[in-house]
């Protein structure tokens, strides 16, 4: 990998990750599923899943005119109109319906599956970078091990 700057797109993963590892260090029994699955309940889970996370960011680079305050470059249009397809797929992949989590079954219903689903897989993303990008400090979960 030629730049060790975290793309854009890895920032909300990056921020479940983190919000995830919190979870497994506060309950150490835990394993990664279930780390999760608790997750999904959280403030965090909500911001994300709402579109405020995305949302509030946009407010952020448009009053800094797109400009990235770490690396003082502006963030080109395309990152942008990216950043806004991710917002929209996020809402949609975790949408929620806490009082539908379980059925009677006890097994996740297909919406909360696909939510579940769909952190495993923004967590396999971030490990991925770490690894790509020689950062295997970072590495907790070890989802891709």
């Not at 506060?26 to 990664?32: A, E, S």
């Not at 297909?110 to 991925?128: I, K, P």
């Amino acid at each position: 990998m030629s730049s060790k700057e975290k793309p854009y797109v890895l920032f909300v993963a990056e921020l479940i990750y983190l919000e995830v590892c919190k979870i497994k260090k506060k309950n150490p029994y835990l394993n990664n599923v279930d780390a999760i699955e608790a997750f999904i309940g959280s403030e965090t889970y909500t911001h994300i899943s709402s579109g405020k996370f995305h949302d509030d960011w946009f407010i952020k680079l448009k009053k800094n005119k797109s400009i990235d305050p770490k690396t003082k470059k502006k963030i080109p249009e395309e990152t942008i109109r990216l950043l806004q397809v991710q917002k929209d797929m996020v809402i949609k992949q975790l949408i929620q319906f806490p009082d539908l989590y379980f059925a009677k079954s006890h097994y996740p219903l297909e919406l909360s599956q696909r939510a579940f689903d769909h952190l495993w897989r923004m967590c396999e993303s971030y490990e991925l970078w770490c690894k790509e990008s020689k950062r295997e400090n970072l590495i907790v979960l070890k989802i891709i091990d």
